[in-house]
C-alpha cells in the first residue's frame, strides 16, 4: 500500500534561514505523481507543485526548490531565505493509479513556524 | 470560474438534520474529490468523479453519506441525519484530468450541535 511519510511535525526557524521539509513516500506503481500544498493559518489549501515518477529533474521556483530523489523515494522541499510569509503548515501527498485510483494519500503535514 | 467555489462556507446545524454542501470546479475540469479535513490533520478521501460519473467512492464513511454530480459540473455531497462526529472542514478539489495538479476550494466548515 502506498504511504507518506512527513517527519517533521514542526520547525521553528528564524526568518533568513534555508530550511528543509522532509518527505519519503511509498508505492508499489511504476507511474506516481508527488504534490506538496500549503496550508496556511488562514486554512485554504495552495497548490504549490506537482512532479511525475519520470521526471527526476529537480525544480527551482523562486525561493522554493524540490529535490526528487527515487533512489531513496524521498521529494523534499527546501525554502531559501525565509520569510514569515512562509509559515504554515507543508502537505506532501501522492497519487498512483494501482492502489489509490489518483486519489491524493497525504502526508502527516509539517508545521513551519519562521520567526521574525 | 476562476478557481474552486464552495458554499456554503459554513454551516452549524442540530444533530438528526440533513446538509448538502456544493462544490463548483474550475471551469473544464473533469475530475472532482471531496475530502474531509480534520483540525491538525492531511485531508482525508471521500469520494471521485470523472464528468459525471462516481468513480470511487470507497472513503464515503457510511451510508448517511452520498454524492452527486449530474451534469458532470457542479457537485453535491449530501449528510443524511447529521452527527457530531460529522463535524469537520469538508473540502473539494478539480483537477483537468484525473492526473492533473487538483486545486482545492475554501472549504465548508460543517458544525453539528
Known amino acids: 500500500a502506498q504511504k507518506v511519510t512527513q517527519a517533521q511535525t514542526e520547525i521553528s526557524v528564524v526568518e533568513k534561514e534555508d530550511v528543509t521539509l522532509d518527505c519519503v513516500y511509498e508505492?508499489?506503481?511504476?507511474?506516481?505523481?508527488l504534490f506538496w500544498y500549503k496550508q496556511p493559518p488562514s486554512g485554504e489549501l495552495v497548490f504549490l507543485i506537482r512532479r511525475n515518477s519520470f521526471d527526476e529533474q529537480n525544480e527551482i521556483s523562486g525561493r522554493y526548490s524540490w529535490n526528487f530523489q527515487k533512489s531513496t523515494s524521498s521529494f523534499n522541499f527546501t525554502i531559501t531565505a525565509s520569510q514569515v510569509v512562509d509559515s504554515a503548515v507543508y502537505f506532501c501527498?501522492?497519487?498512483?493509479?494501482?492502489?489509490?485510483?489518483?486519489?491524493?494519500?497525504w502526508g502527516a503535514g509539517t508545521k513551519l513556524i519562521i520567526k521574525p | 470560474g476562476a478557481g474552486v467555489s464552495q458554499s456554503p462556507r459554513y454551516k452549524v446545524t442540530k444533530r438528526g438534520q440533513d446538509v448538502a454542501l456544493r462544490c463548483d470546479p474550475i471551469?473544464?475540469?473533469?475530475?472532482l474529490y471531496w475530502y474531509r479535513q480534520a483540525l491538525g490533520q492531511g485531508p482525508e478521501f471521500l469520494t471521485y468523479?470523472?464528468?459525471?460519473?462516481?468513480?470511487?467512492k470507497s472513503g464515503l464513511p457510511n451510508d448517511r453519506f452520498s454524492a452527486e454530480r449530474p451534469e458532470g459540473s457542479i457537485s453535491t455531497l449530501t449528510i443524511q441525519r447529521t452527527e457530531q462526529r460529522d463535524s469537520a472542514m469538508y473540502r473539494c478539489?478539480?483537477?483537468?484530468?484525473?492526473?492533473?495538479?487538483?486545486?482545492f476550494g475554501d472549504g465548508t466548515r460543517l458544525s453539528i450541535l
Open positions: 501527498a501522492l497519487s498512483d493509479d494501482r492502489d489509490s485510483n489518483y486519489q491524493l494519500i
Open positions: 478539489a478539480s483537477s483537468l484530468a484525473r492526473r492533473g495538479a487538483q486545486h
Open positions: 471551469s473544464g475540469h473533469v475530475s
Open positions: 508505492t508499489r506503481d511504476t507511474t506516481y505523481y
Open positions: 468523479f470523472n464528468y459525471e460519473a462516481q468513480q470511487d
